[in-house]
């Protein structure tokens, strides 16, 4: 073969492997970059904490791991309203944690949304103004504080942990009525069918829930506060519970509800 034809031969090797190179680094480099994406994306997405105060006598919620049963909550219903739960929260990225202990800045450092079911014990000054500092700095809050059958305002001290947002716990409602709703807007997109079977008034905020005979009373509100903290109030606490049927109604929207509720909250 000519030396000319050798040489000519001899570069288009040496370019050929020079570009199989480059593109295999790119193709190395690429593949690099989505995993570390996906890394992170997976980080972030698993981050997020549900803490479920179980630490000032609740009446309803606990730990499932202490398979705590009594005749109020049997095992079985423990488990039911805890799973939906966690689904809710996963469906938004969030695990399920239970604080069984007071409630402290380094606690709730360690979760995104605090949820507060029906207490039937005070809380501590340290306790309301670690709350009060947690929302204030971008922290998300549920709290149900039902009618006084269960606890009165003079057992738990709710609302000096909400009025700081504008919120109050006002006296049981006087609307006897079976049945309630949500209203379409920030937390809920749509109309849901909730259990409303005596509730405790909840005033300040914006309104979203309600009886079905009545938009007099609202027992469900929501503040979004300047540090981008968001707190939802309740006085009746069964759609959390997840009671989707009660007194012969059997449609009641909880789960739906709960999704749309924690995802505001979360968001």
Not at 1 to 17: D, E, N
Not at 155 to 164: L, S
Not at 226 to 254: D, F, H, P, R
Request: contains cysteine; charged residues 15%.
């Amino acid at each position: 073969m000519p030396l000319a034809k050798q040489t000519q031969r001899v570069i288009r090797v040496i370019t050929t492997t020079n570009n199989y190179q480059q593109m295999k680094s790119l193709t190395t480099s690429a593949f690099l970059v989505l995993a570390l994406a996906g890394h992170w994306t997976n980080l972030s997405a698993q981050k997020k904490k549900i803490l479920v105060d179980v630490g000032h006598s609740q009446k309803f919620y606990s730990d499932p791991a202490d398979m705590i049963s009594s005749e109020l909550v049997p095992t079985e219903r423990l488990k039911y309203m805890t799973d939906e739960l966690t689904k809710n929260g996963a469906a938004h990225h969030a695990v399920i944690g239970y604080l069984k202990t007071s409630i402290t800045p380094d606690a709730l450092s360690q979760c995104d949304l605090l949820f507060i079911h029906t207490p039937s014990m005070k809380y501590s000054a340290d306790e309301c103004t670690a709350i009060r500092q947690y929302v204030e700095k971008g922290g998300a809050l549920f709290v149900v504080i039902e009618q006084d059958y269960w606890a009165t305002l003079e057992q738990v001290n709710a609302n000096d942990i909400v009025t700081p947002f504008g919120i109050t716990f006002k006296s049981n409602s006087p609307d006897a009525s079976s049945g309630g709703h949500s209203v379409p807007g920030k937390v809920t997109k749509k109309k849901y069918s909730i259990p409303f079977h005596g509730a405790r008034i909840v005033e300040g905020g914006t309104p979203f829930a309600y009886s079905n005979a009545s938009d007099a009373n609202p027992f469900g509100v929501y503040v979004a506060t300047k540090g981008g903290g968001k707190v939802i109030a309740m006085g009746e606490g069964m759609v959390s519970l997840y009671m989707t049927s009660w007194q012969g109604v059997t449609n009641y929207q909880c789960s739906g509800f709960m999704d749309e509720v924690v995802g505001w909250l979360l968001d």
